[in-house]
């Protein structure tokens, strides 16, 4: 019988560690592909632990990949290449030692609207409610009176030292990702980020997306004059061999919580990535660009490791924005360079400025410094997390009910219904929109490269589609418990 004796958990719950080390078991091949795991209850009673323990870590273990589950016959460990190193240990960041102490607005994950519709699910959005107001004004005031003169001096081009450090010490404990502040590069927004990449990378190279995403992406990239390449999804998460062909040198992704598909790319397609990565290419090393975009709001388990917290290659470029998590107008992201790529970053373009305030940064750094950052997320959680189940019993127990199946529903902040009323995405779309809601399906967020086709259906939205079923996109960020209260009528009287 597996076994772990639970010496060295430190402040690790229950669960987390097991799940630690049944993972860097699978990763060091002590638990082989295909191995039937021990059952829940006989591996508890073994353990001395309870049932539900070992169920959560077994749950977190498969929505990650490393474990799927066999109806009736118990956890099976999964597949994957042996490009999958065991995980290393490296040293502490710098400054980063003690760990103690949804994208910009233009990232809503929808497209902008020419009439505002009574209730909008193709949009995010923050409760004027949620923001800490009072903690952010005494922090406006403290520091003015404590950094006058830091106030005034010209920003790092890659942010000041004490955000990026913040920013590290937060990486370290909710990804165990594990980056010196040196690595950090603060930006306004990601679309910024997006160019300064291309600039890094090059204008040469063929820069890849997925399809069905986030199309205004898509539409950055090309409007700085690069290649792009639109890679179909398949139900893992970007089709390799499609990537394979179509020669890209950069791909980016959104492997934790896929947007619109919801999908949270398992460890097996994370090697092949990777795989792909070491690949011999005539253009030069490849890259991937890990949008990690709403990973705060996963809401069942603990976060799904980022792609760069694996990577022993240098080819994973890790991004994330405090648009969701803080507010919008806040309009600070942040990349993460590996080690190699950043000796180009200085060279190439070490001379640019710093484009967010000095004054916003140093906010940002002690909200996160005092543990505030950490407290507002947590309450944000609890909050999304109460809006998703008031929604979900919403709808359920609507006329739609019966008719409707709800998928990705805890890994973030929006989720799918796939619905069989006889009607097609689009018509769906027309009746809702019709009735004061504004929600679009899979076929939507499809690339515009395939526009040209005659049906103007993106292939890999039709093939995530369950027997041709509409799959409808639910981004319920913005929503009040008003409008969460009539969605459901207003659906069922629309497409019923």
């Known amino acids: 019988m ?111 609207a020419d009439n505002t519709p009574l209730i909008d699910l193709s949009q995010s959005g923050i409760a004027s409610s949620m923001f800490p107001f009072p903690v952010w004004s005494r922090l406006m005031r403290e520091i003015l009176r404590t950094r006058k003169d830091d106030l005034l001096k010209r920003s790092p081009g890659n942010g000041v030292e004490e955000l990026r450090s913040a920013i590290a010490r937060h ?129 069942a388990g603990r976060p799904i490791p ?52 000095n004054f916003e940064q140093y906010i940002l750094a002690e909200f996160m410094r005092q543990g505030y950052f950490e407290k507002h997320i947590n309450r944000m959680r609890s909050y999304y997390r109460q809006k998703r189940d008031r929604l979900l019993a919403a709808l359920r127990n609507s006329p739609l009910g019966p008719l409707m199946k709800v998928s990705g529903a805890d890994a973030g902040l929006h989720f799918l219904i796939r619905i069989d009323t006889g009607a097609s995405e689009e018509e769906l779309t027309a009746l809702a929109e019709d009735a004061g809601v504004r929600i679009y399906g899979l076929q939507h967020y499809g690339s515009e490269l395939f526009d040209e086709r005659a049906d103007r259906e993106s292939p890999a939205a039709g093939a995530l589609q369950e027997n041709g079923k509409p799959c409808m996109v639910v981004n319920y960020q913005g929503l009040t418990d008003e409008q969460i209260d009539i969605l459901g009528q207003l659906l069922a009287r629309a497409w019923l």
Not at 35 to 58: C, D, H, Q, W
Not at 321 to 350: A, C, D, H, Q, W
């Open 2 to 112: 597996l076994t772990y004796d639970f010496l060295d958990r430190t402040d690790e719950t229950l669960y987390e560690y097991l799940y630690r080390k049944i993972r860097q078991d699978i990763l060091a091949g002590r638990l082989q592909e295909g191995e039937r795991m021990p059952s829940k209850r006989s591996f508890a009673e073994n353990l001395g632990i309870s049932v539900i323990t070992v169920e959560t870590a077994y749950a977190q273990l498969a929505a990650e990949g490393y474990l799927y589950a066999k109806p009736r016959s118990g956890f099976y460990v999964e597949r994957f290449g042996q490009s999958m190193l065991v995980p290393e240990k490296p040293a502490e960041p710098e400054d980063c030692a003690d760990p103690g102490g949804v994208h910009d607005a233009e990232n809503s994950r929808g497209l902008p």
């Open 171 to 299: 990486l370290l404990q909710f990804q165990d990702l594990r980056v010196s502040p040196k690595q950090i590069v603060v930006g306004a927004g990601t679309e910024y980020l997006y160019s300064l990449l291309i600039r890094l990378l090059g204008h040469d190279k063929i820069y890849a997306v997925e399809t069905p995403g986030y199309r205004k992406t898509e539409r950055i990239y090309a409007s700085n004059a690069v290649q792009v390449k639109a890679i179909e999804m398949d139900r893992s998460g970007v089709n390799i061999e499609k990537l394979r062909a179509s020669g890209a040198d950069v791909i980016h992704i959104t492997p934790s919580h896929q947007f619109p598909t919801g999908i949270t790319m398992p460890v097996s397609r994370r090697g092949e990535l990777l795989s792909w990565c070491s690949e011999e290419n005539h253009a030069g090393r490849r890259y991937i660009i890990e949008d990690d975009y709403d990973s705060e709001f996963r809401l």
């Open 306 to 357: 980022s792609l760069m917290s694996i990577d022993r290659s240098g080819s994973v470029i890790y991004l994330n924005t405090f648009t969701n998590s803080v507010s919008p107008s806040i309009r600070i992201s942040y990349m993460v360079l590996p080690e190699e790529l950043l000796r180009e970053y200085r060279e190439k373009l070490g001379f640019y400025s710093c484009t967010v305030a």
